[in-house]
C-alpha cells in the first residue's frame, strides 16, 4: 500500500521561507514521477511543481526563482523549498506521486496516482 505523508506547513509572514517534505512507502519511488499541487479555499487545485527520477523539473510560472523542488531518492522524499512567499501561496499543498512510467512530466492532477493528506501554508502580508 502507498502512503505520502507530507510535512514542513505552518504560518508565515510574507517574504518568509518554508520547506515541505514528502515521504513515500510502498512503491518503487525513484521510478516515480512527484509532484506538488496546491489548493487554496474556493479555488480549484493547481499545479506547483513536478520532478522526474532524472531531476528532470517544471515550475509553474507563478513560482519560478521562488520555489525549488527536489528528491532524494535514498530517503523516498520529495522537498519543496518556498522562498519568499506571498499570501497568494496560501494554500493546502499536496504532493503527488505517478506510479506510472510515461514520457513526459504532468502537470495534471488526475496523471498522478497517490497523493498525500495535505499540508496547511498560511502566509499572512
Known amino acids: 500500500q502507498v502512503h505520502l505523508v507530507e510535512s514542513g506547513g505552518g504560518l508565515v509572514q510574507a517574504g518568509g521561507s518554508l520547506r515541505l517534505s514528502c515521504a513515500a512507502s510502498g512503491i518503487t519511488f525513484i521510478s516515480s514521477d512527484m509532484a506538488w499541487f496546491r489548493q487554496a479555499p474556493e479555488k480549484e487545485r493547481e499545479f506547483v511543481a513536478a520532478?522526474?527520477?532524472?531531476?528532470?523539473?517544471d515550475y509553474v510560472d507563478s513560482v519560478k526563482g521562488r520555489f525549488t523542488i527536489s528528491r532524494d531518492n535514498a530517503k523516498n522524499t520529495v522537498y519543496l523549498q518556498m522562498n519568499s512567499l506571498k499570501p497568494e501561496d496560501t494554500a493546502v499543498y499536496y504532493c503527488?506521486?505517478?506510479?506510472?512510467?510515461?514520457?513526459?512530466?504532468?502537470?495534471?492532477?488526475?496523471?498522478?496516482?497517490?497523493w498525500g493528506q495535505g499540508t496547511q501554508v498560511t502566509v499572512s502580508s
Open positions: 503527488a506521486l505517478r506510479g506510472r512510467i510515461a514520457s513526459t512530466l504532468s502537470r495534471v492532477d488526475y496523471q498522478y496516482d497517490y
Open positions: 520532478i522526474r527520477r532524472s531531476g528532470f523539473i
